[in-house]
């Protein structure tokens, strides 16, 4: 019997989140995820991404990425710059509920629609406010922005919300010459590039929109 087109993209899921070292999101929480957002995303404009398997792969599964460079450990603190429509904010949130999360962004109707995702998902660790990141002054642990700004702008961002020994998360497509300048801003700031973790999307599977566009995590220490 032919498997359904569904049933092909949950077991490629769980193939991806089993290749994740440490935490995966259940597929009823994933589920649920997916349908709050795609709700709130056709009343507020939260992404281009409108479709299932958009959000899974492109959202989520891109999410957790992180956990194959960085283990976040109990009882620390995160903060998600630029938190936009909840990634990676959401994914992380509930793969770690003994860990503590805030967004921040500067949009108000972005911050709102997380925050009632939020509350229809239950979780209890996490928050988003509506802020600059440059006008906060919480130190955290760890600090992630996906897909936010120039490296330019977005370092002077987020490296004083970083306590001393803390890292610093960046999801980008990868690009030599912003690799280039992030090293140089790195000497500048004193951060050390711990990892760089190179990826793609929908691998095995060329005729995806998005597939073949190489993505990095780079892993900053403070």
């Given amino acids: ?81 630029g938190t936009g429509g909840g990634f990676p904010l959401l994914p992380l949130a509930i793969s770690n509920p003994d860990v503590s999360f805030i967004g921040v962004d500067s949009v108000g109707k972005k911050v709102k629609a997380v925050n009632l995702m939020i509350e229809e998902l239950g979780l209890k660790n996490v928050k988003a406010l509506r802020l600059r990141a440059e006008n906060y002054t919480t130190k955290f642990d760890v600090v992630t922005a996906r897909a ?10 987020v490296v004083p919300l970083v306590r001393q020994g803390g890292h610093i998360c960046l999801y980008k497509q990868f690009s030599e010459d912003e690799k280039k300048e992030l090293l140089s801003l790195c000497k500048r700031f004193s951060l050390k590039l711990e990892k760089e973790h190179k990826y793609s999307l929908f691998e095995g599977d060329p005729a995806k929109d998005g597939a073949g566009v190489e993505r990095v995590i780079y892993v900053l220490k403070k």
């Fill in 1 to 81: 019997m032919k498997r359904s087109s569904r049933g092909s993209l949950d077991d490629g899921f769980k193939r991806n989140q089993n290749s994740l070292k440490h935490k995966i999101i259940p597929m009823q929480d994933r589920n649920k995820l997916i349908k709050i957002f795609l709700e709130k995303n056709s009343q507020i404009n939260l992404s281009a991404i409108r479709d299932e398997e958009g959000v899974r792969v492109k959202h989520i599964q891109d999410s957790l990425e992180l956990y194959k460079v960085l283990r976040l450990q109990k009882h620390r603190q995160v903060c998600d710059v």
């Fill in 148 to 157: 936010v700004a120039y490296m330019d702008k977005l370092l002077p961002r």
